[in-house]
């Protein structure tokens, strides 16, 4: 080591020493992640679109993009759970769907994302993914969520305040019934029973997701070894970080560090000419863009909404001009290897392709199509 750089040491506090030395770790991970790039998983996620504009066949992009995706390559197919709103609608209950999905397909994993645990018995969760886990020989996994909506709470008010906790202990009965253990509750009058679910399912484990928006989050994923469902959030230098705690929390907690599958949600329509793409993507965007924030109305204040209804179409573009350049797999192929060499450079090793947007079904399989040959082509990115 040079005098000189020994003297820039020396004159560092202790708290730029710290982020040095965070730094220079996170590199050297970086060199392990691009390494196991080619790695990178894709799937199908199912979120926005309620159907209810079109005919009573609602269930048929779903369906066929699930056939499409299990032809195809894709890893697996997520189901989230909605309730009472007009942004999700088609989607109250991930296990009814993935029973339909079971029958219709063959390799592809059938996911939810997410159960949202403390509005449901656990038993009753093991039960219903059971019988999926039969139809579909062996395919099922589940991503666990506590909730965030007021409104969704109307099924299980009491749950609330302690949904977090409810989380914790559903996963660990959930997955002590999955394995054939008897599972002691209260019965009728306070009475103590012993139960064990039927069916038994194919799957020995039930595997786990934890789907995060919070620091805390993420390091409760690591410190239960949990895989990570997750939106790109802010940055991708954020979810770089919020990747780090989780890292170090699976550490500590005794588990492998590098273990643990990062999915990130991401939009997705794959078309090399870049204009037509942005054409095309534009209005179903904002449209989905507007009901996402419209969820948030009871969140907030009412000076709050006014300030949002005045400024909302300057909002809306200046979020999609965002999620176009930025986060989102939208346009060429080479435009979007950028992103996802970005995304594997920082521990990312599944991308879930949000595609029922408001495109068609004819250009949205196109896209996936397109995204096809780029993950058949895809190079040893560079890192970041």
């Given at each position: 080591?040079?005098?000189?750089?020994?003297?820039?040491?020396?004159?560092?506090?202790?708290?730029?020493?710290?982020?040095?030395?965070?730094?220079?770790?996170?590199?050297?991970?970086?060199?392990?992640?691009?390494?196991?790039?080619?790695?990178?998983?894709?799937?199908?996620?199912?979120?926005?679109?309620?159907?209810?504009?079109?005919?009573?066949?609602?269930?048929?992009?779903?369906?066929?993009?699930?056939?499409?995706?299990?032809?195809n390559g894709f890893k697996a197919?997520?189901?989230?759970?909605?309730?009472?709103?007009?942004?999700?609608?088609?989607?109250?209950?991930p296990s009814v769907l993935a029973?339909?999905?079971?029958?219709?397909?063959?390799?592809?994993?059938?996911?939810?994302?997410?159960?949202?645990?403390?509005?449901?018995?656990?038993?009753?969760?093991?039960?219903?993914?059971?019988?999926?886990?039969?139809?579909?020989?062996?395919?099922?996994?589940?991503?666990l969520a506590s909730g965030w909506?007021?409104?969704?709470?109307?099924?299980?008010?009491?749950?609330?305040?302690?949904?977090?906790?409810?989380?914790?202990?559903?996963?660990?009965?959930?997955?002590?019934?999955?394995?054939?253990?008897?599972?002691?509750?209260?019965?009728?009058?306070?009475?103590?029973?012993?139960?064990?679910?039927?069916?038994?399912?194919?799957?020995?484990?039930?595997?786990?997701?934890?789907?995060?928006?919070?620091?805390?989050?993420?390091?409760?994923?690591?410190?239960?070894?949990?895989?990570?469902?997750?939106?790109?959030?802010?940055?991708?230098?954020?979810?770089?970080?919020?990747?780090?705690?989780?890292?170090?929390?699976?550490?500590?907690?005794?588990?492998?560090?590098?273990?643990?599958?990062?999915?990130?949600?991401?939009?997705?329509?794959?078309?090399?000419?870049?204009?037509?793409?942005?054409?095309?993507?534009?209005?179903?965007?904002?449209?989905?863009?507007?009901?996402?924030?419209?969820?948030?109305?009871?969140?907030?204040?009412?000076?709050?909404?006014?300030?949002?209804?005045?400024?909302?179409?300057?909002?809306?573009?200046?979020?999609?001009?965002?999620?176009?350049?930025?986060?989102?797999?939208?346009?060429?192929?080479?435009?979007?290897?950028?992103?996802?060499?970005?995304?594997?450079?920082?521990?990312?090793?599944?991308?879930?392709?949000?595609?029922?947007?408001?495109?068609?079904?004819?250009?949205?399989?196109?896209?996936?199509?397109?995204?096809?040959?780029?993950?058949?082509?895809?190079?040893?990115?560079?890192?970041?």
């Amino acid at each position: 080591m040079s005098e000189l750089l020994k003297e820039k040491l020396a004159a560092l506090s202790p708290e730029q020493r710290e982020l040095l030395r965070k730094r220079s770790k996170q590199l050297g991970k970086e060199e392990v992640y691009t390494a196991k790039s080619n790695d990178m998983d894709f799937s199908l996620f199912f979120f926005s679109a309620t159907g209810e504009e079109c005919s009573n066949d609602k269930y048929s992009f779903l369906l066929k993009c699930a056939e499409f995706g299990d032809q195809n390559g894709f890893k697996a197919i997520w189901l989230p759970e909605r309730h009472f709103t007009h942004f999700g609608g088609l989607y109250p209950n991930p296990s009814v769907l993935a029973a339909a999905i079971a029958v219709k397909t063959e390799k592809i994993e059938l996911r939810a994302g997410s159960v949202v645990v403390p509005l449901h018995n656990p038993m009753r969760i093991v039960e219903e993914w059971s019988v999926v886990d039969n139809l579909s020989n062996g395919r099922v996994s589940l991503a666990l969520a506590s909730g965030w909506n007021k409104e969704d709470f109307a099924m299980r008010p009491e749950a609330w305040h302690e949904r977090r906790e409810l989380v914790a202990l559903g996963m660990d009965q959930m997955q002590s019934l999955w394995q054939g253990e008897s599972l002691e509750v209260e019965g009728v009058d306070g009475e103590k029973i012993s139960v064990r679910t039927y069916p038994r399912p194919i799957q020995p484990e039930l595997k786990y997701w934890l789907t995060c928006s919070s620091p805390e989050g993420w390091k409760r994923a690591g410190e239960r070894g949990s895989n990570v469902l997750c939106m790109l959030g802010n940055s991708i230098n954020l979810l770089a970080q919020n990747i780090e705690n989780y890292r170090q929390a699976r550490e500590q907690a005794g588990f492998d560090p590098n273990g643990g599958t990062i999915t990130v949600m991401l939009h997705t329509y794959v078309d090399d000419d870049l204009e037509r793409a942005k054409e095309q993507v534009r209005e179903p965007m904002m449209q989905y863009l507007s009901g996402y924030i419209k969820q948030f109305d009871n969140l907030v204040n009412e000076n709050t909404r006014k300030d949002v209804d005045t400024n909302k179409q300057q909002l809306l573009e200046f979020a999609f001009e965002k999620y176009f350049g930025q986060a989102a797999l939208f346009g060429p192929k080479s435009k979007c290897q950028k992103l996802i060499d970005k995304l594997s450079s920082i521990g990312v090793n599944e991308i879930a392709c949000l595609v029922d947007f408001g495109v068609p079904l004819d250009k949205t399989l196109s896209s996936l199509a397109n995204l096809g040959e780029l993950v058949a082509t895809l190079s040893s990115p560079q890192s970041v």
